[in-house]
Structures are given as C-alpha cells and as structure tokens.
C-alpha cells in the first residue's frame, strides 16, 4: 500500500521555525521527485518546494527562498522541509507529493506543478500567529 504521511505541522509564532516531515511506506522515496505543497481555504494548492531523485536539484516558490530547506533521508525513507523565519503568509495546510523527475537539458529536475505528482499525503496544518 502506498502511503504519505506529513508530519510536524502546528502553531508557531512569527518568526519561529518548524520542521515538516514526510514519511513513505510502500514505495521508496529516492526514486520519486517529492514536492511540498500548501493550501489555504479559497486559493489553489501552490507548490512549495520540490527535490529530484537524486537530490541534485531543488527549486523553491519566491516568498520562501531563504527561508525553507528541502532535504532527503535515504536511510530513513523521509523528506523534510525545514521552514524558519515564519509569517502569517506561510499559514496553512501543507502536504507532501511524489511524482516521477522531469528530464530538462539531459538534467531530472523536479516540477513545482500539483498535477505533475502522482500520490499525496493528508496534509499537516501550519499556523502562524503574528
């Protein structure tokens, strides 16, 4: 059975940090590009954050670079986001997706397109208060 499961999400106060864990079961991560993705009620589900396969490339949205970090655990089958310097923007609900490398130049790179990922997780919500 494959599984996503999104972890970490809570409330923080602006400025604060937290760290968004997603876990597989049934699949292996490494050969997925993974994307982080959030919604807020109204609006589309936007992407986040993603990381190839390999893990040699990474992309992030504009409002978070500088701020969050995506990053692989092999060994551990998990994907996190570490998110630091927190707003009232970055509240929402968060999920984890997998879905195959995009090929670009010969290069897997990884798309920041919901509709580019296969299977999800149930989200974990993020509330920042100001």
């Known amino acids: 059975q494959v599984q996503l499961v999104e972890s970490g999400g809570g409330l923080v106060q602006s400025g604060g940090s937290l760290r968004l864990s997603c876990a597989a079961s049934?699949?292996?991560?490494?050969?997925?590009?993974i994307g982080w993705f959030r919604q807020v009620p109204g609006k589309e589900r936007e992407g986040v954050s993603c990381?190839?396969?390999?893990?040699?490339?990474?992309n992030y949205e504009g409002s978070v670079k500088g701020r969050f970090t995506i990053s692989r655990d092999s060994a551990r089958n998990m994907v996190y986001l570490e998110m630091n310097d927190l707003n009232s923007e970055d509240s929402a609900v968060y999920y984890c997706?997998?879905?195959?490398?995009?090929?670009?130049?010969?290069?897997?790179?990884?798309?920041?397109?919901?509709?580019?990922?296969?299977?999800w997780g149930q989200g974990t919500r993020v509330t920042v208060s100001s």
């Open positions: 997706a997998a879905g195959p490398d995009q090929i670009v130049s010969g290069k897997a790179v990884c798309d920041m397109s919901p509709s580019e990922y296969e299977y």
């Open positions: 990381i190839s396969n390999l893990g040699r490339y990474s």
């Open positions: 049934g699949f292996t991560l490494d050969h997925y590009s």
